[in-house]
């Protein structure tokens, strides 16, 4: 990929500026999916990621710049960016010699994807397809989708490491949807390993869609979980997800060393069921997270964690094992060549212990059946839990009987362990199961969200301007063939990322990356490919394999490219030249600001890191129906995480401000947000169960609002998966709640004026007084339903194809504070946040339960923190149940504004 004397030069120009250690991860990775839905292969799809990453470390503090140039000026110019932005001084010259490592096989592949032909790929789908229906003619709709993924890696640094790895990962997955006189449920099954196409030696994908299929009818009739503390038996090989989230993370030495887990300083303690022995192993054989080297090019390894219960070791990437003088474990992680290594798992699992099944569902009187369990998330400082059950079914005298619906399992990780210890539980977890971990990303539930920027995003770049992304897109589209409709969207953003911590910069990321999408229709039948650079022969490449990948799709009669409307562009000041231009060196006080505000707040707070970020895109799209525009756009802001601690307690919280520049920030605002956010749960407890009215905090709507969103997306309700499907003109909410999605209004952080097909964004009223007026749409949704495009097609860059979703979501806010809304409560509960709502709500049929933690409230007074509960309805009875929206509208780096909402009548589930 890049040759050793190249990489010994880059090393020492990085390191040339005093620097103590510098490194260059490169990747080159080609991937194919397949997307199965409504009975079509709607689109096949063909990737190409290619770069490398340089993290320059000087003392406390990192530096990171990548690029998609692999020639040796290419690497030199970020290698020179990563060492600025960890130092300022001056150093010398560093001779850097680099010995290759040995070749490490893991996970040997017989057949490798790339040289399986798609039409046998797309066939695996057509199969799934047809086997879910045929289980039952309840089975209304089946999505089904493939992926496989080549990546080559390369790590080099100046400690004289020179590796290579090979990672083949093949993956297949299918949803059902079966609809009954109870409304419609779902059920999913996936496969997933790091081999090749062999995978489907192993795998019947008949078999995993008639399970899937099986699962949703079997729903149909299933009954509401029931609440309050009950022993849970979990399937075995379905165990892992639940020690991943609740015990792993807690593990990760880079929570560890900020003091951010319940697991610090308990190394020699007995922290589980003397039962359990848990391992992290990322030399497991075709596993999803085995690997020959991790990403910092250390060699994977088998890491026992917990043995017998004591807790006998973290899991360590390099900088957390130098500064503590430890051996790393082979846990640097990276989501690809663009970010930063994290510690993170591979293979997480629990060894097995000597019960048969059988004999411990017999062994209990009254309880659930967890068969399968959906995603999780912990806070790592509390080690408070939540998983979604995907399927379950209650024990009664020791038996399984009636399924259950979906609800989320709620707990705490040493608290269940010394429960285990008290109960004298036996565990026998089957053959050894993986976790999978593709993407190392951070323990749920402490971090706002990311503001990355998913619509169709507009922005000046020092190194391409925006008429040359245009001229690039328009040169694809003018090499149309007959009978095609052709889209190329082209790219090109740059981000800061800047990370305090003790008043010192721990990293700095400054970075910028370019690519093209490009979409071929011909004859109802969509191709698409992507490349993640602007190189002439790679944009050849893309519009070659997008034309191929048309060959397999199925026809659809409203497959289309979108077309001029005649709606006008709202002008927008959404580049703000003061952030252009805004001085590294402020941009790092700002941070630094933020955390001396913030620690004087309380003296229990701590600080785990506080951050300034910044994102400017640029972007430019054209087609051959007629569509040329470009633009560009920016905007910023400010987080910051907490720790509140209490003698042997520790709670999390968060505070953040945003804006078009820094101007706009309010750091003493988003300072006391943090710190309250931690302290007032400090002391919090699991409450009795019971039926309340709920006042949701403004974060905690928008989220809300989220949900909310995919049922009212148009392609979602014209393949019959929105409960609000033949709604429109029904009154499904208050009279007193108006939703609007209205990109058009600058206060939302997410506001645009273009959609993602190049269509101008426009207000859409969604509902009014309570009416279902209208469903968002993008062009091929539209078209589908007969209606015209709102405005709301989005794409997560130039990766994908548009999609359809809601913009800058709004509920029309009342006129009263927070504080008058609670006054008005007698008995109820603040939800201050709330966790699972990726696995507890299916927005298919309306199911709604999530873990939370907030204050009760009683008489109108705000009063005990509680903590490890579920409130729970369904959204149509929840939308249905508001009983006041509040005027405190709180613009937030997501989708949709916060305000607070009152809403009666919820299931608190507790003790």
């Given at each position: 990929?890049?040759?050793?004397d190249?990489?010994e030069r880059v090393?020492?120009a990085?390191?040339?500026?005093g620097?103590?250690?510098?490194?260059?991860?490169?990747?080159?990775?080609?991937s194919?999916s397949?997307?199965?839905d409504d009975?079509?292969?709607?689109q096949?799809?063909?990737?190409?990621?290619?770069?490398?990453?340089?993290?320059v470390?000087?003392?406390?503090?990192t530096?990171?710049?990548?690029?998609?140039?692999?020639?040796e000026?290419?690497?030199?110019?970020?290698?020179?960016?990563a060492?600025?932005?960890a130092?300022?001084g001056?150093?010398?010259?560093r001779?850097?010699?680099?010995?290759?490592?040995?070749?490490?096989?893991?996970?040997p592949v017989?057949q490798?994807?790339?040289?399986?032909?798609?039409?046998?790929?797309?066939?695996?789908?057509?199969?799934?397809?047809?086997?879910?229906r045929?289980?039952?003619?309840s089975?209304?709709?089946v999505s089904?989708?493939?992926?496989?993924?080549?990546k080559?890696?390369?790590?080099?640094?100046t400690?004289?490491?020179?590796?290579?790895d090979?990672?083949?990962?093949?993956?297949?997955?299918v949803?059902?949807v079966?609809?009954?006189?109870?409304?419609?449920?779902?059920?999913?099954?996936s496969?997933?390993?790091t081999?090749?196409?062999?995978?489907?030696?192993?795998?019947d994908?008949?078999h995993?869609?008639?399970?899937?299929?099986r699962?949703a009818?079997?729903?149909?009739d299933?009954?509401?979980?029931?609440?309050?503390?009950?022993?849970?038996?979990?399937?075995q090989?379905s165990?892992?997800?639940?020690f991943?989230e609740?015990?792993?993370?807690?593990?990760?030495?880079d929570?560890i060393?900020?003091?951010?887990?319940v697991?610090?300083?308990?190394?020699g303690?007995?922290?589980?069921?003397?039962?359990?022995?848990?391992v992290?192993?990322?030399?497991?054989?075709?596993e999803?997270?085995?690997?020959?080297?991790?990403?910092?090019?250390?060699?994977?390894?088998?890491?026992?964690?917990?043995?017998?219960?004591?807790?006998?070791?973290y899991?360590?990437?390099?900088l957390?094992?130098?500064?503590?003088?430890?051996?790393r474990?082979g846990?640097?992680?990276?989501?690809?060549?663009?970010?930063?290594?994290?510690?993170?798992?591979?293979?997480?699992?629990v060894?097995?212990?000597t019960?048969?099944?059988?004999?411990?569902?017999r062994?209990?009187?009254?309880g659930?059946?967890?068969?399968?369990?959906?995603?999780?998330?912990?806070?790592?400082a509390?080690?408070?839990?939540?998983?979604?059950?995907?399927?379950?079914?209650l024990?009664?005298?020791g038996?399984?009987?009636?399924?259950?619906r979906?609800?989320?399992?709620i707990?705490?990780g040493?608290?269940?362990?010394?429960?285990?210890?008290?109960?004298?539980?036996?565990?026998r977890?089957?053959?050894p199961?993986?976790?999978?971990?593709?993407?190392?990303?951070?323990?749920?539930?402490r971090?706002?969200a990311?503001?990355?920027r998913?619509?169709?995003?507009?922005?000046?770049?020092g190194g391409m301007?925006?008429?040359q992304?245009?001229?690039?897109?328009?040169?694809?589209?003018?090499q149309?063939?007959?009978g095609?409709?052709?889209?190329?969207?082209?790219?090109?953003?740059?981000?800061?990322?800047?990370?305090?911590y003790?008043?010192?910069?721990?990293?700095?990321v400054?970075?910028q990356?370019e690519?093209?999408?490009?979409?071929?229709?011909?004859?109802g039948?969509?191709g698409?490919?992507?490349?993640g650079?602007?190189?002439?022969?790679?944009?050849?490449?893309?519009?070659?394999?997008?034309?191929?990948?048309?060959?397999?799709?199925?026809c659809d009669?409203w497959?289309?490219?979108?077309?001029?409307?005649?709606?006008e562009?709202?002008?927008?000041?959404l580049?703000?030249?003061?952030?252009?231009?805004?001085?590294?060196?402020?941009?790092?006080?700002l941070?630094?600001?933020?955390?001396r505000?913030?620690?004087?707040?309380?003296p229990?707070?701590r600080?785990?890191?506080?951050n300034y970020?910044?994102v400017?895109?640029?972007?430019a799209?054209?087609?051959?129906?007629?569509i040329?525009r470009?633009g560009?756009e920016?905007g910023?802001y400010?987080?910051?995480s907490?720790?509140?601690?209490?003698?042997?307690?520790?709670q999390?919280?968060f505070?953040?401000?945003v804006?078009?520049?820094?101007?706009?920030?309010?750091?003493?605002?988003?300072?006391?947000?943090?710190?309250?956010?931690?302290?007032?749960?400090?002391g919090a407890?699991?409450?009795?169960?019971?039926r309340?009215?709920?006042?949701?905090?403004?974060?905690?709507?928008?989220?809300?609002?989220?949900?909310?969103?995919?049922?009212?997306?148009?392609?979602?309700v014209?393949k019959?998966?929105?409960?609000?499907?033949?709604?429109l003109?029904?009154?499904?909410?208050?009279?007193?709640v108006?939703?609007?999605d209205?990109?058009?209004?600058?206060?939302?952080y997410?506001?645009?004026d273009?959609d993602?097909?190049?269509?101008a964004?426009?207000r859409?009223?969604?509902?009014?007084?309570?009416?279902?007026?209208?469903?968002?749409h993008?062009?091929?949704?539209?078209?589908?339903?007969?209606?015209?495009?709102?405005g709301?097609?989005?794409?997560?860059?130039?990766?994908?194809t548009?999609?359809?979703g809601?913009?800058?979501?709004?509920?029309q806010?009342?006129?009263?504070?927070?504080?008058?809304?609670?006054?008005d409560v007698?008995?109820g509960?603040?939800?201050?946040?709330?966790?699972?709502l990726?696995?507890?709500?299916?927005?298919?049929?309306?199911?709604?339960?999530v873990?939370?933690?907030?204050l009760l409230?009683?008489?109108?007074?705000?009063?005990?923190?509680?903590r490890?509960?579920?409130?729970?309805?369904?959204?149509?009875?929840?939308?249905?149940?508001?009983?006041?929206?509040?005027?405190?509208?709180?613009?937030?780096p997501?989708?949709?504004?916060?305000?607070?909402?009152v809403i009666?009548?919820?299931?608190l589930?507790?003790?």
């Amino acid at each position: 990929m890049i040759d050793q004397d190249v990489l010994e030069r880059v090393l020492a120009a990085a390191v040339r500026t005093g620097a103590d250690f510098a490194e260059v991860f490169a990747e080159d990775k080609r991937s194919t999916s397949v997307g199965l839905d409504d009975g079509r292969v709607e689109q096949v799809t063909s990737g190409r990621d290619r770069g490398a990453g340089i993290r320059v470390v000087k003392g406390d503090t990192t530096g990171f710049a990548h690029t998609a140039d692999l020639s040796e000026a290419g690497l030199r110019a970020a290698a020179e960016a990563a060492a600025a932005a960890a130092s300022q001084g001056g150093g010398g010259a560093r001779t850097v010699a680099l010995t290759r490592g040995a070749e490490r096989v893991v996970s040997p592949v017989s057949q490798y994807p790339d040289d399986v032909r798609k039409a046998d790929k797309v066939a695996l789908l057509l199969r799934m397809n047809d086997a879910a229906r045929g289980a039952g003619a309840s089975i209304v709709q089946v999505s089904a989708g493939y992926g496989d993924s080549r990546k080559h890696i390369l790590v080099a640094n100046t400690d004289g490491v020179f590796v290579t790895d090979q990672q083949v990962r093949t993956l297949i997955r299918v949803t059902a949807v079966a609809d009954g006189d109870a409304g419609m449920q779902t059920g999913s099954q996936s496969a997933g390993q790091t081999i090749g196409f062999e995978l489907f030696d192993q795998v019947d994908v008949e078999h995993l869609a008639r399970d899937a299929a099986r699962m949703a009818i079997t729903k149909l009739d299933a009954r509401p979980a029931p609440s309050g503390a009950l022993p849970v038996v979990i399937k075995q090989g379905s165990g892992g997800v639940l020690f991943h989230e609740a015990c792993g993370h807690g593990l990760e030495a880079d929570i560890i060393a900020k003091g951010g887990s319940v697991y610090r300083g308990k190394k020699g303690e007995l922290v589980a069921s003397p039962l359990v022995t848990l391992v992290d192993d990322g030399t497991m054989r075709g596993e999803w997270g085995a690997i020959a080297y991790d990403d910092e090019g250390h060699a994977s390894q088998y890491n026992v964690l917990i043995e017998n219960g004591v807790l006998t070791e973290y899991m360590w990437d390099y900088l957390r094992a130098r500064n503590e003088g430890h051996a790393r474990s082979g846990n640097g992680r990276r989501q690809s060549y663009q970010h930063l290594p994290m510690v993170r798992m591979t293979n997480t699992y629990v060894l097995n212990g000597t019960e048969e099944p059988d004999d411990i569902v017999r062994a209990t009187d009254y309880g659930v059946y967890v068969a399968k369990l959906g995603g999780g998330s912990v806070n790592t400082a509390s080690g408070d839990f939540v998983f979604g059950m995907t399927e379950a079914y209650l024990i009664e005298n020791g038996e399984i009987t009636d399924p259950l619906r979906e609800g989320n399992l709620i707990g705490n990780g040493p608290a269940g362990a010394e429960e285990h210890r008290r109960a004298r539980q036996r565990l026998r977890d089957g053959q050894p199961r993986h976790v999978r971990q593709g993407r190392p990303g951070r323990a749920g539930g402490r971090r706002p969200a990311h503001a990355a920027r998913q619509v169709d995003d507009h922005r000046r770049d020092g190194g391409m301007s925006t008429e040359q992304l245009q001229e690039i897109a328009d040169r694809v589209i003018a090499q149309a063939r007959s009978g095609e409709q052709v889209e190329a969207f082209v790219s090109r953003d740059s981000e800061t990322d800047i990370r305090v911590y003790e008043g010192s910069v721990e990293h700095f990321v400054s970075a910028q990356s370019e690519g093209i999408g490009i979409r071929v229709i011909r004859d109802g039948r969509t191709g698409f490919a992507y490349a993640g650079t602007l190189d002439p022969a790679a944009i050849a490449e893309v519009l070659a394999d997008a034309r191929d990948n048309v060959e397999f799709g199925t026809c659809d009669e409203w497959a289309g490219l979108a077309e001029p409307d005649g709606v006008e562009v709202v002008e927008q000041q959404l580049w703000n030249e003061a952030l252009a231009d805004f001085a590294t060196d402020r941009k790092i006080e700002l941070a630094k600001e933020l955390e001396r505000l913030t620690v004087n707040v309380d003296p229990r707070v701590r600080v785990d890191d506080s951050n300034y970020s910044d994102v400017a895109v640029e972007s430019a799209v054209a087609t051959t129906t007629g569509i040329r525009r470009s633009g560009r756009e920016n905007g910023c802001y400010v987080s910051i995480s907490t720790l509140a601690d209490d003698g042997d307690e520790t709670q999390t919280g968060f505070g953040f401000s945003v804006g078009r520049s820094p101007d706009q920030f309010d750091l003493a605002k988003a300072a006391k947000e943090a710190a309250d956010r931690a302290t007032r749960l400090l002391g919090a407890v699991k409450p009795s169960s019971k039926r309340v009215t709920v006042v949701l905090d403004p974060y905690v709507t928008a989220m809300f609002l989220g949900v909310i969103s995919s049922t009212l997306n148009g392609e979602a309700v014209a393949k019959g998966r929105s409960l609000f499907k033949d709604r429109l003109g029904d009154v499904v909410a208050n009279p007193m709640v108006t939703l609007v999605d209205d990109p058009t209004n600058t206060l939302a952080y997410t506001a645009t004026d273009l959609d993602g097909e190049g269509l101008a964004a426009r207000r859409n009223v969604l509902i009014d007084a309570g009416v279902l007026q209208q469903f968002v749409h993008n062009s091929y949704s539209a078209r589908r339903a007969g209606a015209r495009s709102t405005g709301n097609a989005v794409r997560g860059g130039f990766k994908g194809t548009p999609g359809v979703g809601c913009l800058a979501l709004q509920l029309q806010p009342g006129t009263r504070d927070q504080s008058a809304l609670v006054a008005d409560v007698a008995d109820g509960v603040l939800v201050t946040s709330v966790q699972g709502l990726h696995s507890g709500v299916n927005s298919i049929s309306g199911d709604f339960s999530v873990g939370a933690s907030g204050l009760l409230i009683t008489n109108g007074v705000v009063g005990a923190p509680i903590r490890e509960f579920t409130i729970a309805s369904t959204l149509q009875r929840m939308l249905l149940d508001v009983v006041e929206i509040g005027g405190d509208v709180d613009w937030l780096p997501m989708r949709a504004a916060g305000v607070s909402l009152v809403i009666r009548d919820i299931t608190l589930s507790g003790a």
